[in-house]
C-alpha cells in the first residue's frame, strides 16, 4: 500500500474521530441544559394546574366539566387539586398557568411566594368567580385578584363586552347568563383593563392585568351549573388559557 494512501486513511479516521467527539460533546451539552430547565415545557398542549375546593363552591362537578370541555379542544392538559402545596415553587414551575376556582382559606407564605414569583417569570393566571373571595390573607394575591368579593346578587343579566380590541373577547358579541352578580372592592395598586361589564350596573365581570412578565385573568362570572354550560363562558374561559400563556397575541 502506497505512502499517499496510507496518508489519505489516517486522515479520514482522525477526522471521524473528531466528529464523534464533537457530536458526543454537543449531546451532553444539550442534555446538561435541558435538565438544568425543567421549567421549560416542550409540551404542544398547555399544562393548567386547575386549583379547586373551599366553601360553598367545594364540589367536583364543575371542575370536571370545564377540564372535560377543555381538554375536548385538544389544546390543553388539565390537572384538578385540592392541595395548596401545589402553589409551591418546585411545584408551580411544572405548569403553564394556574386556574382557580376556590373559596376562602389562607395562603402560607411560601405558597404565597411561590404563585406570585410564578406569575412575575412569565406564567399565567387565571381566576374563576370565588378566586376573588378566596386567601384574603394574602394583600399580593388580592393585588393580583384586584377584585375582593364583598357581596352578590342573582338573576339572568346581560354582559356587554367592553375592551373590542383584547384578543380574549376580539369577534364576541354581547352575551345573556344566568349567575351570580359579584360586587367587589378593588385593590388601590392593581393596574387592570376592564373587557367585560354588566349592562344594568356598569359593574366590570371579567378584566385582565399585566404582572412582571406575566399575565392574569379574572372573571367574576361562574357561581353554578347554569354559567358553567354557558357557550360563551366556555368560550371566554378557553381563551383567558390561551391568552395568559401567550398564544394569543404572544
Not at 59 to 70: A, H, I, S, T
Not at 85 to 104: A, C, L, P
Not at 129 to 152: C, E, I, V
Request: aromatic share 10%.
Amino acid at each position: 500500500m502506497g505512502k499517499k494512501v496510507i496518508t489519505i486513511l489516517v486522515a479520514t479516521l482522525v477526522t471521524a474521530l473528531l466528529c464523534a467527539v464533537t457530536e458526543a460533546d454537543t449531546k451532553c451539552r444539550t442534555s446538561q441544559t435541558q435538565s438544568s430547565s425543567p421549567q421549560l415545557s416542550t409540551q404542544s398542549k398547555v399544562r393548567v394546574l386547575f386549583m379547586v375546593g373551599g366553601g360553598v363552591h367545594n364540589d367536583d362537578e364543575l371542575p370536571e366539566l370545564m377540564k372535560n370541555v377543555l381538554e375536548g379542544t385538544k389544546q390543553f392538559d388539565v390537572t384538578i387539586t385540592r392541595d395548596r402545596d401545589k402553589f409551591k415553587t418546585e411545584n408551580i414551575r411544572k405548569y403553564d398557568v394556574v386556574m382557580i376556582y376556590t373559596t376562602g382559606g389562607n395562603l402560607s407564605a411560601e405558597q404565597e411566594q411561590g404563585l406570585v414569583k410564578f406569575v412575575e417569570s412569565g406564567g399565567g393566571l387565571v381566576g374563576i368567580h370565588s378566586a376573588t373571595d378566596s386567601f384574603k390573607n394574602s394583600d399580593a394575591y388580592w393585588k393580583l385578584m384586584w377584585g375582593r368579593f364583598r357581596g352578590h346578587g342573582y338573576g339572568t343579566f346581560t354582559v356587554k363586552i367592553t375592551g373590542k380590541r383584547h384578543p380574549i373577547v376580539q369577534g364576541m358579541k354581547d352575551f345573556q347568563i344566568t349567575d351570580e352578580t359579584y360586587q367587589h372592592t378593588w385593590h388601590p395598586d392593581s393596574k387592570a383593563i376592564v373587557l367585560m361589564r354588566r349592562a344594568d350596573d356598569g359593574d366590570p365581570s371579567s378584566w385582565v392585568q399585566y404582572v412582571g412578565k406575566g399575565r392574569v385573568f379574572v372573571t367574576g362570572l361562574g357561581h353554578g351549573k347554569e354559567a358553567w354550560e354557558n357557550p360563551a363562558f366556555q368560550k371566554m374561559i378557553e381563551r383567558a388559557l390561551l391568552w395568559a400563556d401567550f398564544r394569543l397575541n404572544p
